[in-house]
């Protein structure tokens, strides 16, 4: 049994007649794990974190920490933190008061009470705002005292909501890494919520990939980003070419891909999967193991290291990156060029 | 590149007429003709002896020695202290409860107190009179059903004081409720988290919070009830020791007229009133100095 376990959660708003906005979502995370919920607006990552800390009534299922039965439990008593987008620090108090607010509530001594806000602000590294108060701190500052409030108290489980949504993205990028830092210093069991899939990617032991209130598909990162299972995660995850079976039929693909155990409803092309080249030359030889097919180019964007190239083939539109070289190699708007996928670069999915 | 310099060299011209200005022509006379030469008017006639013959500061040794006036600004600042506190306290909860309406029922009751915190002075003391006066329909009620010991004696401090939080409660509710909409819902979360409880969460941050806006309304609640007249000339006459009662009758009453007692008195109230003002703006700007330079 895992440290926090969802089982079967649902949760109606409204109509219970309606769209449920959990629908019997079961998940199970580890002790110490970071794991990430990442999905579109409105899927429920919120509204799941706020069913384990008991401001949101779960109306079926039970959640578990640590063997604990938290469903009915008053949100004071189960011994969750959690961490805004909009910081919510209280703003009649110092950072100091803040970090301590709960240990006052919990009745902690006066002198531990100061050993551990110091420590927390150590490991913010916020010690000499303690005197503080919070409108006088920048976005970044505020989250990471939201940050030592919750860990001060040492909650079994920390949940954050799109903690870094709100600050710029040279301040989120550095308090990923902080975070990231933090967690794994104190062995901090972890459920984080981002529609960022960078974000999710580069800082989570795991990603749940949620879609309209269930989860998709979890998976290590490197899992979800090269073997997406469903459309939906091809589509949400690193800007995939997602192809119909009958799409595929265009591109040159016969056989049936029974490698696959199921008969693919989809397949996922990794844009950087895709090789481009100008339309005459290299005519003929394609490789045996690869699909190819002529297209035109409809659009170009630099991304800085890559060039992005939307291609059109018949009526597909299909995306492909490339190293960024000197400008003599660029393929311009309305140029023919040859486009190559491996096949074993297209990742068949199901539903 | 030398123009910024250029710029930063020549001295910032800080009148520069803005033929906007011309706009505000209208609002400056009317502030003129109906605050400030009043006021002064006032002032003057309050600096003069009784047969208007010189300037003295008697009017004043005679408000503030005489224990008739004493007693008339004690009872004025006993009832307004009492009736907004009251005003204050129960409003407190009115207004929370009226963030937690749905839209339409709030809407309504918000309409009701604006009605209500209007309707003061005459009115408002008749509506009282013909249901507690002597004659009044829940006296007669409670007389017949033997309770008379519970019915209220309108013509008394309690009564007085009755009228003036039934002004006050409405004005307050309306002041104090948009001052909720400053407390953010995810604050009572973190704090839940934290383990507070909901008195724990109004004591350390919610009323803190708002403290700003209750003492900006308890002092808007204090100016209105001293100088309410009319309501309490309407119900008790002159019979009650109130300042503003004694002002009036000494400016329009119909034995003896000594304006410049009058306007002695009125001179205090006012500068009662601009004290509690600036007592208040005392606070709250070392509250805010409090949480700006920590
Ligand atoms: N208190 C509520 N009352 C009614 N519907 C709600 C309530 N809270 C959330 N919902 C609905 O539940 C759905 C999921 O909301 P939720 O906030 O969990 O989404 P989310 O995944 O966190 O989205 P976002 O990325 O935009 O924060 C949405 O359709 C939302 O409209
Ligand atoms: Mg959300």
Known sequence: MSYVEFERVSKYFGNAGGAPVLDALSLGVEKGEFVTLLGPSGCGKSTLLRCVAGLTEIDEGRVRLDGVDLTNMAPKKRNVGMVFQSYALFPNMTVYDNVAFGLKMKGMARAEIERTVKRMLEIIDMSEKSGQYPHRLSGGQQQRVALARSLAVQPKLMMMDEPLSALDAKIRKMLRVEIRRIQQELGMTTLFVTHDQEEALTMSDRICIMNQGRIEQTGTPEEIYARPKTAFVARFIGNYNVLSAEEMAVIGRTQSASAAGFEPEAYAIRPEAVRISAADDGSGDSPADAYSMDGTVSDCTSLGALLRYTVQVGNLSITTDELNAPASSRHAAGARVRLEVDRNACVPLQG | ?294
Do not use: C
């Open chain 2, 1 to 294: 590149m030398s123009q910024p310099l250029t710029l930063a060299k020549k001295p910032a011209r800080r009148f520069r007429f803005k033929p906007v200005a011309l706009a505000l022509i209208p609002f400056a006379a009317l502030i003129v003709a109906f605050e400030v030469l009043p006021l002064i008017y006032l002032v003057m006639t309050s600096l003069l002896s009784d047969d208007e013959t010189h300037y003295t500061l008697a009017q004043y040794a005679t408000a503030l020695t005489s224990p008739y006036y004493l007693k008339a600004i004690t009872n004025s600042v006993t009832i307004s202290l009492g009736s907004s506190v009251i005003g204050l306290v129960v409003s407190l909860f009115a207004a929370y409860s009226l963030t937690k309406l749905s839209g339409a029922a709030r809407e309504r009751l918000l309409t009701i107190s604006n009605m209500s915190s209007n309707f003061a002075g005459v009115p408002l003391a008749f509506a009282y009179i013909i249901l507690l006066g002597n004659n009044g329909i829940f006296t007669i009620l409670l007389d017949s059903w033997g309770l008379d010991a519970f019915s209220p004696d309108l013509y008394s401090w309690t009564g007085l004081m009755l009228v003036y939080v039934y002004f006050q409660i409405p004005l307050a509710t309306l002041l104090l409720y948009p001052v909720y909409f400053g407390i953010s819902e995810q604050w009572k979360e973190a704090a839940a988290l934290l383990g507070a409880g909901s008195f724990a969460f109004w004591r350390k941050i919610g009323l803190p919070v708002i403290l700003p806006g209750l003492a900006g309304t308890f002092i808007i609640l204090f100016a209105n009830s001293m100088g309410a007249y009319a309501t309490a000339y309407a119900l008790v006459g002159g019979n009650f020791n109130l300042l503003a009662i004694r002002i009036g009758s000494l400016v329009a009453g119909d034995v003896v007229t000594k304006p410049q007692l009058g306007s002695a008195l009125a001179v205090l109230l006012g500068l009662m009133m601009m004290a509690a003002l600036a007592v208040n703006a005392r606070l709250m700007r070392g509250l805010r100095k409090e949480q700006t330079n920590g």
